[in-house]
């Protein structure tokens, strides 16, 4: 069975989102450096900044860990509309800290959340009436291409403003909302990937065989393209398949060795038991790559 995708969007975890953005500085260097990492919007909304603000996030400690943000985030995702937010985390303190921002108002949030509410609702009722008749199919490829049959009910899909990127972490995934609705299939189907890839099996394997851990990364995305390529507007020529869809070799490594081991495997991933044996036979293709650029 397919877990359920429920699509949102939520001003509290949109104002979350937007604090952790604005004092990105005090977040974990994994986010700073990555999805909240947005100059943009930072430089736009850096007005809004308060020192009082910024000493008491410094004062309370806000996370240890980026595993700690997430755990925060998709608490939020998962907390009922009328519901308090000791039970999201760990970190009482860091509940009331929030809890006294978003009263406060030092966060400026009422205005952009004026102006993005409507845009962000909008866009989701779009890209739910685009996702609605590929999405179960795409699920289905992605399990059959992990390996791995879905172990989640549902999975909670928030579109966020602020975010450079997005993320999935257990059953729930963050977003922004790009404006290509045909990149933003892809997009959700790379974060889906996340939740479903057996990560480890390919992680194990690269270390094992001495190679680049980041390429985990890339077969993630492998997956989430051929899981989801059939379903897309195909480029009419001479127009290039859009940037955002096929894997990017300027972001993933090894794209060149991989794509065409994944484009066999995608025709016919039957003649694999499980995914070890997919890793393992991926791994010569890599080494072939490593001793050419060599």
Known sequence: MNPQVEFGVSRV?????????????????????????????????????????RLELQRVGPFASESEWYRFATGLMKRAPSGGLEAISGNSKLAELFRKIRQGGVAGFEQIWKEAKPRLEEYKEKFQSEWSPIGDQVLSRLSTLAKTPWALDRIR????????????????????????????????????????????????????????????????????????????????????????????????????????????????????IDFKEVVQDMIPSLKEGTEVGS
């Not at 994994?30 to 308060?50: D, P, T, W």
Request: proline share 7%; net charge negative; with cysteine.
């Open 157 to 272: 899909v928030h579109f966020i403003d602020c975010l450079y990127g997005g993320f999935g972490w257990n059953d729930c995934i963050g977003f922004a909302a790009f404006p290509d609705l045909q990149v933003q299939k892809k997009f959700l189907a790379h974060e889906l990937s996340e939740l479903i890839t057996p990560r480890r099996i390919v992680g194990d394997a690269l270390r094992r065989a001495d190679l680049n851990s980041e390429i985990t990364h890339t077969v993630v995305d492998m997956l989430a393209y051929f899981s989801v390529r059939d379903f897309l507007e195909r480029p009419v020529f001479p127009n290039p398949e859009k940037k955002g869809i096929k894997p990017n070799p300027n972001y993933y490594p090894a794209v060149a060795e991989l794509y065409p081991f994944f484009e066999r495997y995608a025709e016919g991933p039957s003649i694999y």
């Open 13 to 53: 975890v949109n104002e979350f989102c937007h604090i952790s953005v604005l004092y990105g500085e005090l977040m974990p260097i994994e986010l700073a450096s990555g999805m909240l990492g947005n100059k943009a919007y930072r430089a736009q909304n850096a007005h809004f900044r308060r020192d009082e603000v």
